[in-house]
């Protein structure tokens, strides 16, 4: 039996390929994602994680460089520490579906938060020159059409946070945490996939319970 040499073998690669470049081929297409159907896939979750006082990160950087210390909440009000995904790390990667849903409906019922004394704070663990991108793909669109949120958006540029708590993914696993007055992580979930995270009705639900209402 005769062997193929090298060039002879690059030689019928190409014919076998259409003789065509990888440049020829056309660039996978998105359409953006059904922000309430994917948050409709959200559902009530247990905690999974016990997260301790000397785990929970405190000192964190909102978008304007302004400290935000999560222990100037205690005694005051309960809350709600999202941590979402990030921004993909492979090239041309998009934000999941999963946080944008979130974003979004956690702005939709922010209201809702306030009157059960709840603050919310997400932590973006990325580059903060792709927060107005991931907000506007979250359909949250504030005041002269400028992207933004009626709670504080905090940064995880080198990741402390997201090693501190264990929840290292493609940048972040998405991660919900209730904290209550004391301080204390009265609820903790990790999720391990884009949908997996408690729905907002849940997390009102568990706030009711928190507060003494239900």
Request: glycine fraction near 10%.
């Given at each position: 039996?005769?062997?193929?040499?090298?060039a002879?073998?690059?030689?019928?690669?190409?014919?076998?390929?259409?003789?065509?470049?990888s440049?020829?081929?056309?660039?996978?297409?998105?359409?953006p994602?059904?922000?309430?159907?994917v948050?409709?896939?959200?559902?009530?979750?247990?905690?999974?994680?016990?997260?301790?006082?000397?785990?929970?990160p405190?000192?964190?950087?909102?978008?304007?460089?302004?400290?935000?210390?999560?222990?100037?909440?205690?005694?005051?009000?309960?809350?709600?520490?999202?941590?979402?995904?990030?921004?993909?790390?492979?090239?041309?990667?998009?934000?999941?579906?999963g946080?944008?849903?979130?974003v979004?409906?956690?702005?939709?019922n922010?209201?809702e938060?306030?009157?059960?004394?709840?603050?919310?704070?997400?932590?973006?663990?990325?580059?903060?020159?792709?927060?107005?991108?991931?907000?506007?793909?979250?359909?949250?669109?504030?005041?002269?059409?400028?992207?933004?949120?009626?709670?504080?958006?905090?940064?995880?540029?080198?990741?402390?946070?997201?090693?501190?708590?264990?929840?290292q993914?493609?940048?972040?696993?998405?991660s919900?945490?209730?904290?209550?007055k004391?301080?204390?992580a009265?609820?903790?979930?990790?999720?391990?996939?884009?949908?997996?995270?408690p729905?907002?009705?849940?997390?009102?639900?568990?706030?009711?319970?928190?507060?003494?209402?239900k």
């Open positions: 039996m005769r062997y193929l040499t090298a002879g073998l690059f030689i019928l690669l190409a014919v076998l390929s259409g003789c065509g470049s440049s020829d081929l056309p660039a996978p297409m998105y359409g994602p059904d922000l309430k159907a948050a409709g896939r959200f559902h009530s979750k247990d905690s999974n994680r016990t997260v301790s006082g000397e785990q929970m405190l000192q964190f950087v909102d978008t304007n460089g302004k400290e935000v210390d999560l222990t100037s909440f205690r005694g005051k009000s309960n809350v709600v520490l999202v941590v979402v995904k990030g921004m993909p790390r492979y090239p041309g990667g998009l934000f999941c579906p946080c944008l849903a979130q979004n409906a956690l702005t939709a922010h209201d938060f306030k009157k059960r004394n709840a603050e919310i704070l997400m932590v973006f663990p990325g580059p903060k020159d792709k927060l107005p991108q991931f907000l506007h793909d979250g359909k949250v669109d504030g005041e002269g059409g400028n992207p933004s949120v009626p709670f504080a958006l905090l940064l995880d540029t080198d990741l402390k946070t997201v090693n501190a708590l264990g929840i993914g493609d940048l972040a696993k998405p919900t945490y209730i904290l209550d004391k301080g204390n009265v609820f903790a979930f990790v999720g391990e996939d884009t949908t997996d995270r729905s907002v009705k849940s997390l009102l639900d568990r706030l009711d319970k928190l507060n003494g209402k």
